[in-house]
């Protein structure tokens, strides 16, 4: 049927945990259980059954093939690999705190992302790791213990209530904000859900959604200048698991509208080709004066955001790059307001 054709397969993508294994070591280990090492990945982005290749973008992603269990990998058991799709990858990388620093992972359970900052840290710094959800929180806890993180103070609460004013925050200088969003980026594999793209681009589905998506959004731009609020920080990365114009390219132009403080950082992980969609900085291009107009004008700006692409935005299509829907913006502290904070 048409919608099981539609469906995207997805390989397993596992992370490298380095603070308790190499890359070499967990490719050595997998081969010393049968599997062979591909030199590429397939095009079609699918391995063979006891096959694995290294990402050719983030070294300590690892390719597996869609329907593997791990359940009883000693590796998985004992912290040295993470299941996590490559895309969610992308916040940590493109942040890429240095040793030492002090990060905030502002909605951060179950906590992939934070420990992957940890990791990429080496364990050194903090990272203040904050959610309101104390179940979700405990999960952070207990995977990353398993993963080795000894730089992460969990805090239970919403990161809104933290005060940027407050002298704990005084040297926060990187920000991970990966906030509640529709999930809509989300595809299944061959052994979960099977969600497919033909349900995904249902209209039906669309307009169901549009007013949680809205809320979403208007969420995702004050937490988003809440991060901007704090006195020393350089860089905060933005992400969803979503396909939504609305919790992507529409956030970000709000945002930058809203402030003069930060803008979007240039040369964001130059190797990966597909960007985000054109954003106009001021706002949303929305006529709202006449109706027909407005429509007219949405069916103009909607072709133009086919037409022209974000350079400086980051953007995935799961049956084109063989990972979930996903969308990263790295902002970064304008130069004259870094001088005049320091
Ligand atoms: N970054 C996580 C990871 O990679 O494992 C996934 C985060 S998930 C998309 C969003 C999280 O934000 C949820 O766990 C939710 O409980 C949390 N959250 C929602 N509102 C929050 C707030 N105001 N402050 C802190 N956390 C919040």
Not at 127 to 137: S, T
Not at 309 to 336: C, M, W, Y
């Amino acid at each position: 049927p048409e919608h099981i054709r539609n469906a995207v397969v997805l390989p397993r993508y596992v992370r490298v945990n380095t603070l308790k294994a190499s890359v070499d070591n967990v490719i050595a280990e997998f081969v010393k259980n049968g599997f062979a090492l591909e030199k590429a990945k397939p095009s079609s982005g699918l391995l063979r059954s006891n096959t694995l290749c290294q990402d050719e973008h983030i070294p300590e992603i690892l390719l597996l093939p869609s329907n593997i269990d791990l359940h009883d990998n000693k590796l998985l058991e004992n912290g040295s690999i993470i299941i996590q799709d490559k895309a969610s990858c992308f916040p940590a990388f493109v942040l890429n705190p240095p040793k030492g620093c002090e990060v905030i992972d502002a909605c951060a359970a179950p906590g992939n992302k934070t420990s992957h900052l940890s990791a990429i840290m080496q364990n050194t710094g903090k990272i203040r790791a904050f959610d309101m959800d104390k179940r979700r929180l405990q999960t952070l806890i207990k995977l990353s213990g398993r993963a080795g993180c000894k730089n992460i103070e969990p805090i239970l609460g919403s990161f809104l209530d933290a005060d940027p004013t407050d002298p704990q925050f005084k040297n926060v200088e990187y920000i991970l904000l990966d906030p509640s969003c529709s999930g809509s980026g989300i595809v299944g594999r061959m052994d979960h859900l099977l969600v497919t793209t033909a349900d995904l681009e249902s209209e039906e589905v669309e307009e169901a959604d549009s007013a949680r998506v809205a809320s979403l959004a208007e969420f995702q731009k004050t937490v988003l200048l809440h991060a901007f609020r704090f006195p020393a920080v350089k860089r905060v990365v933005y992400s969803t698991c979503s396909k939504h114009r609305e919790e992507n390219e529409d956030v970000v132009a709000a945002v930058l509208a809203a402030q003069s403080d930060f803008g979007l950082a240039s040369e964001v992980f130059p190797t990966w080709e597909r960007r985000g969609l054109q954003i106009v900085e001021g706002g949303k291009l929305h006529l709202t004066s006449l109706f027909i107009l407005f429509y007219l004008a949405r069916i103009i700006v909607h072709a133009f955001y086919f037409l022209l692409s974000a350079h400086n935005l980051i953007r995935t299509d799961p049956s084109q790059d063989h990972v979930i829907g996903f969308f990263v913006a790295l902002f970064e502290r304008k130069p004259a307001r870094l001088a005049a904070a320091a």
